[in-house]
Each structure stands twice: as structure tokens, then as C-alpha cells.
């Protein structure tokens, strides 16, 4: 057995990690191996700096030197020495393909195959996740695990806990098939610390809250609560819309307050600048308003500005009383709804403190960053009235419009496999769309990418994740060699074949149309949609007999393909009925995805969120479900 021998300075849990990771996969990769190697893993600032505006704790940098007797690892800090090790072990041969170790490939070497000699800084500062969907908690400790070996360094936990996510899973929402699982208060606060101390073990950017706020300044610490009506002390403090203040839709957390009520703006700082003091270990403090839109205060006193200048207002609050109190946390401001629109006087008084997140949910998905074409006049502001952006050029509007407002730090916050991705059945055009937008990130004076999407999103597989991990770390990457480099290493030697019948499943569908946008009825696509039941069949024959012929990882994705293909055709009949017209034949058909998909969840939990495809199906794609919501 090959004997490591370790210089690490102790007391940093993430650089431990480090070491104990490097350890692991170098004893099963030179199991046979008696050689001694002097490992050293090292915190060191990097000459010259790699970047114009840089933080040795927001970014990442590493230098890696290995030859048969030693390693040497230097990162600008812990997480990205853990960076190291993994790019290390990937120039060795692993890779790392889906969130979960089994579906890794970990080679066997020799010492003589020890060799690196590389230095490399992120491209982009942001790089990560935030998580969304229906989670057992071990989807979220393996996608966690999964980020560094993929070279992003942010997890974002969305709302004051992950309360919902889990429970979508835990209580089975949408699968009546599966029996909800009776789970104590404590058990769930159990869950919550494992995966902050995952988010800590491996050093990464923890991100947290976005929605919430609203519901904690009036009382909730839950985002997930249904009520039928707020008391008598809570409904002055929400936004007056059609002359009543109620709960949006029987939802505290999609419900606005009224910002000019002092009461209400008091509590809103009040609850985000003492959950600041009580959490110092999270890094970027998420601030957003409702996950709702045309939904805002309708008074006379909030008529009398903008929801974007009453936004700045709080936030620049929050600023003062965190500086105050000696709390140096970063808050993200969200571009987002009403917010797209830049307010009319407000300013950040202390820019240095922010960063800005522009969240374009209601963008294509079949058209890229980098295809965008002139960018058109903003819209003027409508209280209660807007439409929302779907070109990419109608949302750059917005954001080059808050940028003129103030140049500070940003990202994107998009939204591929949020719900597009169910639309695009091989998984290859949302893929191609994530590494044709990342390279365009810094022309639009963005610095990375926060993926608000599902966990469990690997059906077929996770190749658009890895493609968007890969190329946030480089963005000089393409596309074809990451797709071959997957491709190979999932489905081995035949992986051509997988690659052409996925490709042939994304020329045939839309991810637009999943998603809602575009008429319902369309007779292209229907034809489309008729031909890609037919590539289903296809890929069917095709995942069986390869299936036959290999064993270990790829023979499962083989299988996993096998799987898809079966929900490919089902889902390629009721589509193309919808877009034919016949809604009556296209809901009977989606029953029958529905069945099929809840029946197989549990032998294909980690790769399928079937709440997430219920939930987006029956919200934006024209389907109905058969269970109440």
C-alpha cells in the first residue's frame, strides 16, 4: 500500500479534508503501490495576483506540482487547495460524474503516472448551486460532496431552512404511491446541521435565505405555511392590492408587505440583520422580497415611489445596523419580477457591501447569452401591470439598466435545470445552451453563476451539470470535448451511440415548451414530438443491447437509459397530442407518465425529481394533476 506522508498545517478543518481526500483516492488508485510520497498541502497567496478585483477568500487559485515521490498543493485558501486535489485526481484519470461516489471512475495507476505541473485561477468567482425541488437529505449531502470535484466552490440554502425541499420529498407531495414518512421537528433540525457541516467542511460559499423575509417579519419561520387569512395585527403590515390586505394566494411568503408602513420596514431589518448576527458562517446573505409578482402595495404613500426604491432603502438600512453591530456580511440584492426595474432615486450608500444577483426566470432556453442581438428600450414601469421579459435581450435591458446604477459585484441566477431541462428529453441542447452562455458571463459584467435548480436532475444523466461546473472553473472549455469526456467515461466504449440518440431526443423537443412559453397548440412541434417517440424506441434497442455487453458503471447508465427511453416515448406522446390539439387524449396520456414515473421513483430517486416534473408540468406546461395541491 502506497504510504502518504503529510505536511498540512492543522486547525483547518477543510484543509484536513483535503488531505484525508487526497489519501483515499491515491490508496485505491496505487493499491499495490509500496512507494513512500511526501504529500504538501498549503495555504499561499498567488504572484501576481490572477485577477483585477481580487479576495483571497471569495477567490480561487491553486498550483499544483506532482511527480512519483511527492505532491505539492498550494491554493489562495483551504477550499481551494480541496480544489486542488480534486483537479489533481481528475488530470489523474477520476471523474466524477453525478453527485454520489458511485458514479465515479477512479483508475488504477502506477507511481510513474504521478506527474502535474499546473496553475490555474477560476474563471468565474461564483460558482455553484442553490437547491430547489423535493430532497432527501442524502441528495443534498451528495450534491454538496459532488461541487468540488466538479470545481464549483457556492451552495446556496434557500429560505431560513431547507424545510420545504425536504419535506417535498419526505412527505412524498405528488407520489401517492409512496406513503409519507413521519418525521419529528428534531429530525429536521438534524438534517439542517448536517448539511451546514458539509457546506463547512469543504469550505464552500454559503449562501442562504432569498424568500422568507416577509414571512419573518410578521411572524413565520416558515416559508411553506397555507393560511387562510393573517390576524388583525399582521394585516396592516401587508401590501394593499384590488383595496384588501391578505395573504397572496394563502402564502405568507409570496405576499408582499407595505414598505412605506415603518412597522413593517422595522421588522423586515429587524429579522435580516438579527438572523445575520446569529449565523455568522454564512457568507452571502440572500435579501429578497415575495416570490411573487404584480402583487405589490397599491396605497397612496407606496404609490408614491417604486418597489425597487423602497427595496435600496431597506437594504441600505440593513447596511448601517450590520456595520454597526461589526458584522462584515455580504448581502445579494435580487433583480427579480418588479425588482427588474432600477429604482428612480434610491442609491446603495456602501456598494462595497453588496452583490448583485440578476435572475432572468422567464428567459428562453433555446437561444444563448452569447446569440443575443441589439438590446431594446426598457419597458416603463406598470404598478401591478407587468409583463415579464422572455427574450434574452429584454432581460440584459434590465440589468445593464441597474448596472449604470451601480458597478458592483454580480452574478447571474439562472435557471436551466429548474425546469427547462424537462423539455429537452437528450439533455444535450440545455447542456450546449449552459457552455455557450458561460463564456458570454463577462461581457455582460457578471462574475459567475448560481444554478437555482433541482438536485436530483440526472435523467439521462448530469451532463449538463458537469458541463456548467467544468466551464465555470474554465470557461475557455468546449463544449464537444467536455461532452466527449463525459460521454466516455459514463458509457464507455460505445458512448457515440448514447451521445447520438440523446442529441436526436434534444433536436426533437423544446424546452421552451415545457416550460410555458409559446402557444400551446403548435403542429411543427407536434410533428416533431411523433418523431421523437420513434428515437425513443430507438434508444431503448440500443441501452438493452449495450447493457448486455458491459458491467459496472456504465451498465447501470445503460440501464438508466433503458429507463429513459420508457419515459421518453410516454412523455413524447402526451406532449405532441397537447401541441396536435387534442388536450383530452394528451391529459389521458400524461396519467400515464404520471403512473409510470411514480411506480419507478424509488429505483430512480437520485436521477428523477418526479414532484418537480408534476409541479412544472402542471404550472406551466398545460397538463393537470391528479392529486390536490
Known sequence: MVQLHFSCPGGDGTLGYARDQLAAYLTRMLPDTDAAIRAELTVAAPMPLPRGRWDAFLDD????????????IQGSNPRAVLLGVYRLLHVLGCRFLMPGTDHETVPVISPEDLCADLTESASCRHRGVCIEGADSVENVLDFIDWLPKIGCNSFFVQHLEPEAFLKNWYDHKYNPLLAPQALSGEDYARMYREIDQAIALRGLLHHRVGHGWTCKAIGFEHVCAHLPAPTDEQRPLLAEVNGRREFWQGVPSNTNLCYSNA???????????????????????????????NNICECDTCRKTTLSDQYVDLLNRIDAQLTGRGLRTRIVFLLYQELLWPPTTARLNHPERFTLMFAPISRTFEKSYADRGPIPAMPPFRRNHITLPATVEENIAFLEAWQKQCGVDAFVYDYPLGRAHYGDLGYCAIARIIARDIPELPALNLDGYISCQELRAALPNALPGYVMGRMLWDNTLTYDALQEEYFSALYGSHWQEARDCLEQLSALSSPDYFNGIGPRVDARLARRLHKAVDAAHALHETAVRRAAETRGLAQNAWHLLDYHAGYCRLISEALAAQADGRQAEAQQQWLTVMQYIREHELQYQPYLDVYRVLEVATKYTGFALDVPR
Do not use: C, K, N
Not at 61 to 72: E, F, H, L, M, V
Not at 274 to 286: G, K, M, N, T
Open 263 to 293: 412597522t413593517a420596514a422595522d421588522a423586515f431589518v429587524r429579522s435580516v440583520v438579527e438572523y445575520a448576527a446569529r449565523h455568522p458562517e454564512v457568507d452571502f446573505l440572500h435579501v429578497w422580497l415575495a416570490d411573487e409578482y
Open 61 to 72: 487559485w491553486y498550483r499544483i506540482q506532482a511527480d512519483p515521490g511527492s505532491i505539492r
